[in-house]
């Protein structure tokens, strides 16, 4: 089995950051793209940002220039830095991978999703 853990939520004021990350385990013979998705209270989960295998980057045009997403390959983490949070970043943040795993298919998997909160 795979799995994908996070860490990092929490809450924070206006203008301020939060480090958010996701490891990867489990029977994982590649991973492929991984990325971040958020649902606020109320609306449908949307994408974040993603980077490939290779380290390129795409972001939604709502945290461009905001936030930045990163990956240890050999760690099988990703990071999403949320810097200049606005109360409309305030989500669950889930974090996501489409891996190969040992003896299976490619599929994507999703982690449990973590709270931020940005309030003054």
């Known amino acids: 089995q795979v799995q994908l853990v996070e860490s990092g939520g929490g809450l924070v004021q206006p203008g301020g950051s939060l480090r958010l990350s996701c490891a990867a385990s489990g029977s994982i013979l590649r991973i492929n793209t991984m990325g971040w998705h958020r649902q606020a209270p109320g609306k449908e989960r949307e994408w974040v940002a993603a980077?490939?295998?290779?380290?390129?980057?795409n972001y939604a045009d709502s945290v461009q220039g905001r936030f930045t997403i990163s990956r240890d390959v050999a760690k099988n983490t990703v990071y999403l830095q949320m810097n200049s949070l606005k109360p409309e970043d305030t989500a669950v943040y889930y974090c996501n991978a489409n891996i190969k795993a040992w003896g299976g298919r490619v599929s994507d998997y999703w982690g449990q999703g973590t709270q931020d909160t940005v309030s003054s």
């Open positions: 980077i490939t295998s290779g380290g390129s980057t």
